[in-house]
């Protein structure tokens, strides 16, 4: 089935079986069609071709990966430099000047 030869073809291409099409005679051809049935062969050429909306989807999503990542990076910044700050005022408590208020 054309289904079990996208399993196979996953692991070597890294894409997942939703991602890909296989043609053969110029035809698209299903998951649950058997391929044998279509005609195909030993030594058959069958065409493996990633989906191209999937293209556009992987891309959109290192976009989003990426933002989240920038905010990640802004938030450990800010919570350093509160910890610091926090660290300052903690140690002004407990070093008192000399000075009146």
């Known amino acids: 089935m054309t289904g079990e030869v996208k399993k196979v073809l996953s692991g070597e291409t890294g894409l997942q079986v939703d991602e890909q099409r296989v043609v053969y005679r110029g035809k698209e051809r299903?998951?649950?069609e058997f391929l044998d049935a279509c005609g195909v062969k030993d030594r058959s050429k069958v065409v493996l071709?990633?989906?191209p909306s999937s293209i556009e989807r992987r891309f959109i999503q290192m976009r989003i990966n990426?933002?989240?990542q920038n905010a990640h990076r802004a938030i450990n910044t800010v919570a350093l430099q509160l910890d610091q700050l926090a660290d300052q005022?903690?140690?002004s408590f407990s070093h008192p000047t000399n000075s009146t208020f």
Do not use: L, P, R, W
């Open 30 to 32: 299903q998951n649950g």
């Open 49 to 51: 071709i990633q989906d």
């Open 66 to 68: 990426a933002k989240i």
């Open 89 to 91: 005022v903690f140690a």
